[in-house]
């Protein structure tokens, strides 16, 4: 457990400092834009990664939502109750994972059904022969066709709306007073950690899927979406008093000095 505390202790001041989570939606555009930009103009030699097999796609991309869920869970019922020392504040902050689970749902649910709408079902790879007899992807998949439209980047969306929650969340640890050693202590920094890893392994799939999947536009869009989803929760609707708020911090008091009149 010593090298959890001083993993955590390590990544702390950096993962919760109020700076990367500023920087951090331009930081994601960016890599987004100029990975999609090697892509089309200087195509990577294809390796492990680009593989849609690799697994860290299979078993963490694919699951990247019930990975962020999972985790955040534990870790703004802990955190949250240390700081405000009561259940039912903490409570009303855990409907925010609802609010990004329906986030997530509904997003993804438009995105099929644009790739629907906007789509043609092709016969042949070369995309001269087109067929009518299908009108969306999974019919036209299951006759051997080949399936063109505008496909919003799920992975686009999701990773980075996700990587910009889980730092948000975080912003709660400098706050959190536990007991060194304790019980408590260790659950904490090993979620924090835990959220630390993940973290990265999004944000390093986020540069894969740049340099390696889907069309420029297609990622683009899906990043702008999950960034939207990002500022329309915690830099606007978290911060009216009808919403699930934000991260509690812990505000130190200090009396003033009584005046001799």
Known sequence: MESVDRGSRFLLPYLTHCSVRRMMPWALMSFMVIGSLVKELMPLAATYLSNKRNVLNVYFVKFAWAWTFSLLLPFISLTNYNVLQN????????FSLLVGTIIWYICTSTFLLIQDFTGSCYK????AVV???????????QAGGIWQSFDISGHS???????????EEMAVMPSVKTFQGSRLH??????????????????????TTAVYFHDFWDKIFGTLVGLSAWYGTYRFWYLSPLSPGLPPQRTLYFPKPNRRL
């Open 186 to 207: 260790r659950v904490v920094n090993s979620l924090f950690l835990a959220l630390a890893c993940l973290t990265f392994i999004w944000f390093f799939m986020l540069l």
């Open 131 to 141: 067929t009518q007899e299908h009108s969306n992807q999974l019919q036209c998949l």
């Open 124 to 127: 042949s790879s070369t995309l």
């Open 87 to 94: 259940i039912l504040p903490v409570l009303v902050r855990l």
């Open 157 to 167: 969306f999701l990773l980075s709306y996700c990587v910009l929650m889980i730092l």
